[in-house]
């Protein structure tokens, strides 16, 4: 923790600031480890203030011990001014992409310039610590269990909706404070929505199911796509999965440390062109994964940033057939100094049911 707030402090005198203001609860839970729902940090070049209501005040005392835990009392814009003034803060930085116009409006402050940035923490973020990628390994793991559990109960005849219900009740059971998303549980046809909404459709004797879910554990999310096949697959599918899977592979020996994000997604999109399935590739390659779903960085063919060691990012490329089915496969990859390592350790072999 105090690496990382350091690095935020550094960022803060970089960029010429007295000061800067967060206000969303992702980076209020990256910075603090404090989950609330009306609560702020103000990080200065030398101190940490952890701002929150009565509701959540004596818990975050208790717990931030290295912090300057304050009390909101009355207007919380009122409060912000007066402690700006107090503190002496004439350029102060706050997240403009984060934020209302109105919340934006009421910022305003004599003597006092805000100054709006986009992504401020995007790249810190993004490089994960040792700290935060075992939490993360921990709630692949746990979710690759569910996925195991997943695979012994499914049979012709559920709902779509039943293998969701019975995820978030294993998501629980296994320590988890619920779905990273709502899952996506895709029988047949449905599977060729890249993100269909989960249903209420009876799950047929035959035919492809995929499964798109993640937990969120500790604060971290995890994402993990399968797609199974109930019944005997034909060629085609067998093919089609082939070509995903071999794509995945392909994306995959590229994520290393000083290739560019683009050479990952080139690498799956080249392969399912090659194999004349391009035009049924209609997402990026991967994403950002941490303390919310999707974050910096995309992998995407456009994208010209340089991989880092330590970023923790999804690859899943897929194929998708309008009004037949669809094969997506996904694992989140760290990157290590030389290569990138899946979390999860579910095989990309095909399973059959």
């Known amino acids: 923790m105090k690496d990382i707030l350091g690095k935020v402090k550094n960022l803060v005198v970089e960029k010429d600031l ?23 940090v103000l990080l200065t070049q030398g101190d940490a203030y952890f701002m929150t209501d009565g509701r959540y005040y004596h818990r975050a005392k208790d717990l931030l011990k290295d912090w300057k835990v304050l009390e909101i009392r009355g207007s919380f814009f009122g409060f912000l001014k007066q402690m700006v003034r107090e503190l002496g803060l004439r350029r102060v930085g706050f997240e403009i992409d984060r934020v209302t116009c109105q919340f934006r409006k009421k910022l305003r402050t004599k003597d006092v310039r805000w100054v709006g940035f986009v992504g401020f923490l995007d790249r810190v973020r993004a490089v994960k610590t040792s700290e935060e990628i ?34 978030v009740q294993r998501a629980f059971e296994v320590g988890a404070t619920g779905e990273s998303f709502p899952a996506i549980v895709a029988f047949g046809e449905g599977s060729s929505i890249p993100h269909w909404e989960t249903s209420h459709r009876t799950i047929g004797d035959k035919g492809p199911l995929l499964i798109d879910m993640g937990i969120l554990y500790k604060g971290y999310c995890t994402d993990f796509t399968r797609t199974i096949h109930i019944g005997k697959p034909d060629e085609e599918f067998i093919k089609v999965y082939t070509v995903v899977r071999d794509a995945h592979m392909y994306a995959l020996e590229k994520a290393k440390v000083g290739n560019r994000l683009a050479d990952v997604d080139r690498a799956a ?6 194999k004349g399935l391009g035009k049924f590739f209609n997402h990026s390659t991967g994403h950002g994964v941490g303390v919310e779903i999707h974050e910096y960085p995309r992998v995407y063919k456009n994208v010209k940033d340089y991989i880092e060691e330590g970023m923790v990012f999804t690859i899943e490329p897929g194929v998708y057939l309008p009004g037949k089915w669809g094969v997506r496969l996904e694992n989140i990859v760290v990157v290590k100094s030389s290569s990138a390592e899946p979390l999860s350790e579910i095989s990309l072999d095909l399973v059959i049911i």
């Not at 969303?24 to 009306?38: E, G, M």
């Not at 999109?269 to 090659?274: G, Q, S, Y």
């Open 18 to 40: 007295d000061g800067f203001l967060f206000s969303s609860q992702a980076n209020v839970f990256y910075l603090s480890r404090f989950r609330s729902s009306n609560a702020y």
């Open 134 to 167: 075992s939490i993360m390994k921990e709630g692949v793991l746990k979710a690759d269990g569910i996925y195991r559990d997943v695979l012994s109960i499914v049979k012709p005849g559920m709902k779509e909706m039943d293998i969701r219900a019975f995820i």
């Open 269 to 274: 999109r080249d392969h399912i062109t090659r």
